[in-house]
Every structure is written in C-alpha cells, then in structure tokens.
T-cell receptor, first 114, second 118 residues
Framework: DAGVIQSPRHEVTEMGQEVTLRCKPI?????LFWYRQTMMRGLELLIY????????DSGMPEDRFSAKMPNASFSTLKIQPSEPRDSAVYFC????????????FGQGTRLTVV | AQKITQTQPGMFVQEKEAVTLDCTYD???????LFWYKQPSSGEMIFLIY??????QNATEGRYSLNFQKARKSANLVISASQLGDSAMYFC???????????????FGQGTILTVHP
C-alpha cells in the first residue's frame, strides 16, 4: 500500500481565498483523523471520522473550517475564507478499527496564507 | 476529557547513552492505548511503540521501551544506546477505548525535542 496520501504537499494562498486539502487513507482503514501542527499550539486534533461518519469535531477552530468524508477512500478539509493564522502543517492519518491500533500519517500539507 | 502532558520541552543526551522522555496522561476510561511517535526534521510522523492499558508488561521495540506505570498515569519512553539519528521531536499520544464517549479518539502531547550529541 502507498500509505496515507495527502495533496497538495504545499499550498500558498492569499487571505480570503478558499483552500481545500485532500486525503486518501490507507485502504481498509476505518478511522481518519485531521490534525493541525503549529509551533505555538503543537499537534491539534481537528476532527476524526469512523466509517465515514464524523465522530468528534470539537477541535475545529471555527465555522470557516469544514471536513467531509464522502467515501471510505477520500476526505477533504476546507477553509473558507482562509486567514494568515491558518498557516500550519495539516496532517491526515488513518487507522484500522481493530482495537486501539496505531494511526499512520500522511506527509502533511504545509499551508501558507499570505 | 483526555489530556496528555509532556513536561520536557527539550532534552539532551550523549551518543550511546540512554534517555527517558516523560509523559503523563489523564483519563477516567479503563480502556485506552498509549503511543509514542517520532517526528524528525523532515516532518513525517513515525510510529514507535504502543502500550495498552490492560497490558501487564511494558512494551518494547528494539531500542525503545515504554515504562508504563498505570497507577501514576505515566508512560515514559526509554531510548537505549542513543544514536545521532534519534535527534527529533517525540510525541506521546493516547487513544480512547471502550467506555468513553469518543472511542478511537487519538490526542497528542506537546512533544519533546531530543538532541543527541556525538
């Protein structure tokens, strides 16, 4: 398997623009997590899904952020409108639903909002 | 709510020496999993080791071992015979198990930067 695939790897956008980050989890994995990493706040869980259903979105910072998982092999994290403080590395991770197994991470998307 | 605490922002160790990275957690759930991840300067997140709350013995994976003290709610990572390539950020994480409202939720501590000196 190719692992968790995120796209794009880097994104530079202007403030106010819509940004869409994409994630393809490992085939057969039932859980999908979205994290944001910054120097100030560390690695924050934004939202996670189980079998395509959002379970906990309490980490989503505000209404400008939304996430979807239309099927088992694809998820998006959208920011609209983007702001400079959204600049961060966004990670997607997936895991099996078989006990408390480890999550496998994608390479991350480095987002810069100017 | 889950909480993971790593109190050491940075640690230094001499090559070939052992080092312990601290992690404490807080949960009221009887079932949970504890993890350590490594993030080198290249940015990827690498899974190192796992400990289940019901496991009787401490987990080990090569040079990594997890010193699990359930009563004290601590899950320290021990790296033996440190190598230069061990220099990285290390994260402790906890996953919620059965009995919690957010089964499967995986949250991370703030991380510890480990620097290995030659």
């Amino acid at each position: 398997d190719a692992g968790v695939i995120q796209s794009p790897r880097h994104e530079v956008t202007e403030m106010g623009q819509e940004v869409t980050l994409r994630c393809k989890p490992i085939s057969g994995h039932d859980y999908l997590f979205w994290y944001r990493q910054t120097m100030m706040r560390g690695l924050e869980l934004l939202i996670y899904f189980n079998n395509n259903v959002p379970i906990d979105d309490s980490g989503m910072p505000e209404d400008r952020f939304s996430a979807k998982m239309p099927n088992a092999s694809f998820s998006t994290l959208k920011i609209q409108p983007s702001e400079p403080r959204d600049s961060a590395v966004y990670f997607c991770a997936s895991s099996l639903d078989r006990g408390l197994t480890e999550a496998f991470f994608g390479q991350g998307t480095r987002l810069t909002v100017v | 709510a889950q909480k993971i605490t790593q109190t050491q922002p940075g640690m230094f160790v001499q090559e070939k020496e052992a080092v312990t990275l601290d992690c404490t957690y807080d949960t009221s759930d009887p079932s949970y999993g504890l993890f350590w991840y490594k993030q080198p300067s290249s940015g990827e997140m690498i899974f190192l080791i796992y400990q289940g709350s019901y496991d009787q013995q401490n987990a080990t994976e090569g040079r990594y071992s997890l010193n699990f003290q359930k009563a004290r709610k601590s899950a320290n990572l021990v790296i033996s015979a440190s190598q230069l390539g061990d220099s990285a950020m290390y994260f402790c994480a906890m996953r919620e198990g059965f009995g919690g409202t957010s089964y499967g939720k995986l949250t991370f501590g703030q991380g510890t930067i480990l620097t290995v000196h030659p």
